[in-house]
């Protein structure tokens, strides 16, 4: 899978929008880019995935530049609930799922 | 409730004792997983099963030795460990191993403490 680069830590206030970004540079033209996140003391769960076009679900939302060279995890009002590692990830036409360091977010009451 | 459960949640273990660990998904899918999680390192792809035939082992010790009787169960054999090998280990499955569009579903993973 290419690499991705996300930043080590962000910080948000509970209600507040959250902005994950990932840098994905050499990014193949077939590679979706997936996100998942890992809760303390959990396993990393399924967040979203998207291609090109920018994509919505319950979770959150994913906006991905039109050159696909970076994208956006938008969680619209973190809740203390979203507080975990976000990892960014892109897949190519095999099963090796590589997880980087990730973004860990902190949610503030 | 992920639909992918792992037994035992926490295992302490001596460097000679013999354990397993246990996985079964509930999902339907044809593809499992072993990860390893050591602390401040990323996750690592231990095994992949596709249709119970193992179709990966990324240079894992013998020490664990995999098994997937069926397509809904995957078990870690555990021998002779060592302390470095304590760590979160994670099951995980997916419809198959193909696919950009696939999505990977965890276990809560095992904690494993060698002493």
């Known amino acids: 899978d290419a690499k991705t680069t996300q930043p080590n830590s962000m910080e948000s206030n509970e209600e507040e929008p959250v902005h994950l970004p990932c840098n994905h540079s050499?990014?193949?033209?077939?590679?979706?880019i997936h996100w998942y996140r890992q809760l303390p003391s959990q396993g990393p769960e399924y967040v979203i995935h998207g291609l090109t076009s920018n994509v919505n679900n319950r979770m959150a939302s994913l906006a991905i530049a039109e050159d696909r060279k970076s994208s956006t995890l938008i969680l619209h009002r973190a809740t203390l609930r979203d507080a975990a590692v976000y990892y960014c990830?892109?897949?190519?036409?095999?099963?090796?799922?590589?997880f980087g360091a990730g973004t860990t977010v902190t949610v503030r009451a | 409730e992920t639909g992918v459960t792992q037994t035992p949640r926490h295992l302490v273990m001596g460097m000679t004792n013999k354990k397993s660990l246990k996985c079964e998904q509930h999902?339907?899918?044809?593809?499992m997983y072993w990860y390893k999680q050591s602390a401040k390192k990323p996750l690592e792809l231990m095994f992949v099963y596709n249709f119970k035939e193992q179709t990966e082992n990324n240079s894992v010790p013998s020490r664990f030795s995999p098994e997937c009787p069926n397509s809904s169960h995957l078990f870690l054999h555990l021998h002779t460990l060592q302390p470095e090998d304590s760590a979160l280990y994670l099951c995980?499955?997916?419809?198959?191993?193909?696919?950009?569009?696939?999505?990977?579903?965890f276990g809560e993973g095992s904690w494993l403490t060698v002493v």
């Open positions: 995980a499955s997916s419809q198959d191993v193909g696919g950009r569009r696939n999505t990977i579903y």
């Open positions: 050499t990014i193949s033209g077939t590679d979706y």
């Open positions: 999902l339907g899918h044809n593809a």
């Open positions: 990830i892109l897949r190519s036409n095999d099963y090796k799922l590589s």
